[in-house]
Nanobody, 115 residues
Framework: QVQLVESGGGLVQPGGSLRLSCASS????????MAWYRQAPGKERETVAS???????YYEDTVKGRFTISRDQTKNTMSLQMNALKREDTAVYFC?????????WGQGTQVTVAS
């Protein structure tokens, strides 16, 4: 069974940075696409950023220029570098991967941006 495990969340002040990692139990070569989602209290889950097997990336408008998605195929990990964090970035962040017709999800990691 494929597992994705997120890490790197925490409490950070506005303007600060965090780096989230998503470790896969299988080679990320197998995934058509990997993505980061987030869900804030009382809001729907939204796509933050994604990267395809071919390397094409997508960013949600509010994170463009601040967040960077990347993959390390030698370590089977996907990362999200988050800079210039804002209070509105506070949410639970999930990583997900498309494996054939199936979507694999991690358990989520909390990111809180507060003074």
């Amino acid at each position: 069974q494929v597992q994705l495990v997120e890490s790197g969340g925490g409490l950070v002040q506005p303007g600060g940075s965090l780096r989230l990692s998503c470790a896969s139990s299988m080679s990320i070569f197998s995934f058509k696409k990997m993505a980061w989602y987030r869900q804030a209290p009382g809001k729907e889950r939204e796509t933050v950023a994604s990267i395809t097997a071919g390397g094409s990336v997508y960013y949600e408008d509010t994170v463009k220029g601040r967040f960077t998605i990347s993959r390390d195929q030698t370590k089977n990990t996907m990362s999200l570098q988050m800079n210039a964090l804002k209070r509105e970035d506070t949410a639970v962040y999930f990583c997900a991967a498309a494996l054939g017709a199936e979507s694999i999800w991690g358990q989520g990691t909390q990111v809180t941006v507060a003074s």
